[in-house]
């Protein structure tokens, strides 16, 4: 899986990235063959004045496909993280299935039904 992780106004700690890699591994590993690249940028919006302003965004990039961006915001750090990469999987899941409802009715509907063929005497 292509990850990229950067941040701004605050420290990228190994602990952060192996934290970032393990639950995008966990949320999203299914799907690592249908990825093209993810990139996640973690940052403090307030720096030092506290408040709910540790914020994660993460984009993922689907060949052929526009992107899909996810971002949460919370005190912690580490709660943002897990709650994004969360929504991440789900969002990949929906993306990934209405590629392939989409397939299908395309495959179905070039197929000619079986009752247009004509018997074989």
Not at 15 to 29: D, S
Request: net charge positive; charged share 30%; proline share 5%.
């Amino acid at each position: 899986m292509n990850i990229h992780i950067q941040a701004r106004g605050l420290a990228l700690t190994s602990a952060l990235r192996e934290h970032v890699k393990r639950r995008l591994q966990f949320a999203l590993g299914w799907a690592d063959g249908r990825l093209r690249q993810i990139s996640v940028r973690l940052s403090d919006e307030n720096g030092p004045r506290g408040g709910e302003d540790k914020r994660c965004r993460i984009q993922i990039t689907f060949p052929g496909a526009p992107s899909v961006v996810i971002d949460d915001t919370e005190a912690d750090l580490y709660v943002a993280i897990d709650r994004a990469a969360d929504r991440a999987g789900r969002s990949v899941t929906r993306r990934l299935e209405r590629q392939r409802n989409c397939r299908q009715s395309l495959l179905s509907a070039a197929t000619p039904p079986d009752s247009l063929t004509l018997p074989l005497y």
